[in-house]
């Protein structure tokens, strides 16, 4: 029986399972008290997280045991992987399990967004009725575009395409031999820049997408798309989107993630009733269905692991 420590909230089914077979230490709260969490870690060979506790290198330094490292998620960020690696500790994500619930979040918000529903809804809020005042278009036959063309960004155009849109992907990693099944066209950026009518962020945070999506990116969009992110936040220059919104180079866009996370004032003080946008607290792939999907698939990972 092995100790495991988990710092966020996870499937109380999956929770149930893991405390059957190994010694658990749940405190779904631990991941604000970072300095408890270098104490306490030294006793655990396996700790299970989301995108909330940062696994550092002081964190790991401290972990003499730990041989698993399980995120409730993809993004690996939070987690010093090299240093893991480094001390032979296993980095173990949740691939794919929360795919559906990104890709059904992107669909809506571009539905959502291409009607203007935010700007009607405000409108309505203040008693008025502003059934001419903006343009309400169908997503079918517009254009999408995918940049990063992982396990999310297929399920994305998955569903895009059964909406009726042309799909466009961006993906230095991917041949274009291998989506012929998915009628999906792989382009140049530039090209998925001038193309597309919404535009769909599925992007990893590191030093090469850091500010991907930047002012030059918005001169050079050519039919005002929405922008959607529900990958990480400082992918996009955050003070770069609001002005290209306000100078009418976008129409709207959707952001579930943010560079600062809870997000800062500086930037929620920009946003107005008068903007076509949807902002969300990190949540496109947290679903009830998801979270199970998630949690057993680490705990059944974890289990074989130490088996």
Excluded at 187 to 209: A, C, G, M, N, R
Excluded at 239 to 262: C, H, R, T
Aim: hydrophobic share 40%.
């Amino acid at each position: 029986m092995i100790k495991v420590l988990i710092t966020e909230f996870m499937d109380e089914s999956s929770l149930i399972k893991l405390k059957s077979q190994h010694s658990v230490h749940y405190d779904k709260d631990l991941f604000n008290n970072p300095e408890n969490l270098k104490k306490i870690i030294e006793d655990f060979e396996a700790i299970i997280v989301r995108n909330k506790t940062i696994v550092n290198k002081d964190i790991i330094e401290n972990a003499n045991k730990l041989k698993f490292v399980g995120r409730l998620g993809v993004g690996l960020d939070n987690i010093d992987t090299d240093y893991c690696k480094q001390k032979k500790i296993h980095v173990q994500p949740a691939t794919g399990m929360n795919a559906d619930s990104v890709a059904e979040y992107v669909i809506t918000a571009g539905m959502y967004l291409i009607k203007n529903m935010s700007l009607f809804t405000n409108e309505i809020k203040k008693g008025n009725w502003p059934r001419t005042k903006y343009d309400s278009k169908e997503i079918s036959k517009k254009n999408l575009g995918v940049i990063g063309f992982g396990t999310i960004g297929r399920k994305v155009s998955i569903l895009a395409k059964k909406v009726g849109m042309n799909v466009f992907a961006y993906d230095p990693y991917i041949q274009n031999e291998n989506q012929n099944d998915l009628d999906i066209k792989l382009v140049e950026l530039h090209d998925l820049f001038k193309q597309s009518d919404i535009i769909s962020i599925h992007l990893p945070l590191t030093k090469e997408t850091k500010n991907f999506i930047n002012k030059d990116v918005f001169k050079m969009l050519k039919r005002k798309p929405i922008i959607i992110n529900t990958s990480r936040g400082s992918v996009i220059n955050e003070s770069d989107l609001i002005q290209a919104y306000q100078n009418k180079l976008i129409s709207g866009f959707a952001l579930d993630v943010f560079a600062e996370e809870p997000i800062n004032k500086d930037f929620s003080n920009q946003i107005t009733e008068e903007m076509n946008c949807i902002l969300t607290p990190h949540i496109s792939g947290v679903t009830l269905e998801s979270n199970i999907r998630v949690s057993e698939f680490i705990v059944n990972e974890l289990i074989d692991f130490f088996n």
